[in-house]
């Protein structure tokens, strides 16, 4: 009954994106943007795509969050955003506490195990690796050149006016 | 998997778009955009991973992979025009800049 999984960690995830566009603070944000990429793991996982689930962790939970929270710690953090911080925290409990509660529950009722048969035929990384390093090589050409557009496009523009022997 | 369990899958992924896209729009923010944009961009992912699972074919995968590298470079030149868009304007609100010309 492993699809079932699929679709509880899918509502799951459905549910902490709709907390995540909602929250005032960034930080929050955040952190609910992470709840819902693991939950949208879970479900890569149980779908038999375990080989996508573990990069999903690796570069979006780990990676490009990272770029997010250097961004967040450059912006200027005020004494007032503290106080509101400390008073907005008295009724900050429900949200975490439902979702902590939905993510217990497969594991309080245990009908969804995750052991034994996933919902579909599982895709290996050895599959996924054969497609991507034989029919699809162009298409990983074209990604690297994205990356290195982004590269240089980022240095570019994060280039500070005032270096000095940069160009204007 | 039969083909009702793979519709309810993209029933999800079709909710996870739709919330990322009201975020986009409903936000002005721009790092709050960017985290909607995030959002909106998983549910792809999602539909491609559940098609893949349904027919057993590592493509669905592999589309998840340029997936991710689009979403890092988008990620990366939407921080830096933040940060840049800060330091010129003083604002990340997008409304305060979305009157400026040429």
């Given amino acids: 009954m492993s699809l079932w999984l699929a679709i509880y960690a899918g509502g799951f995830a459905l549910v902490s994106a709709a907390i995540a566009v909602t929250r005032p603070n960034a930080v929050h944000a955040l952190l609910y943007l992470v709840v819902m990429l693991l939950a949208l793991a879970v479900a890569f996982f149980a779908l038999g795509a375990a080989f996508a689930a573990v990069l999903l962790i690796l570069i979006y939970a780990g990676a490009i969050v990272v770029l997010f929270v250097f961004v967040v710690m450059t912006l200027p953090i005020s004494p007032e955003s503290i106080t509101r911080e400390r008073a907005g925290l008295r009724g900050a409990w429900p949200l975490p506490l439902l979702l902590s509660v939905l993510i217990l529950a497969p594991f309080l009722f245990g009908e969804f195990g995750i052991a034994g048969n996933t919902a579909a035929a599982p895709v290996s990384a050895q599959q996924v690796g054969r497609l991507l390093f034989g029919p699809w090589a162009l298409a990983v050409e074209l990604a690297s050149l994205l990356l290195l557009a982004g590269l240089v496009g980022v240095r570019h523009i994060g280039r500070s006016d005032r270096s000095p022997g940069g160009r204007p | ?102």
């Fill in chain 2, 1 to 102: 998997m039969t083909g009702s369990d793979l519709i309810g899958m993209m029933i999800l992924a079709a909710g996870l778009f739709a919330i990322g896209l009201f975020g986009v729009l409903a936000r002005r923010g721009i790092l709050f955009q960017l985290v909607a944009l995030e959002v909106a961009l998983s549910g792809p992912a999602l539909a491609f991973v559940a098609a893949g699972a349904y027919h057993a074919d590592p493509q669905g995968q592999g589309m998840l992979i340029l997936v991710l590298t689009l979403a890092a470079a988008e990620v990366a030149v939407g921080l830096a025009l933040l940060l840049r868009i800060r330091r010129t304007a003083g604002s990340d609100d997008s409304d305060v800049i979305s009157g400026m010309k040429g």
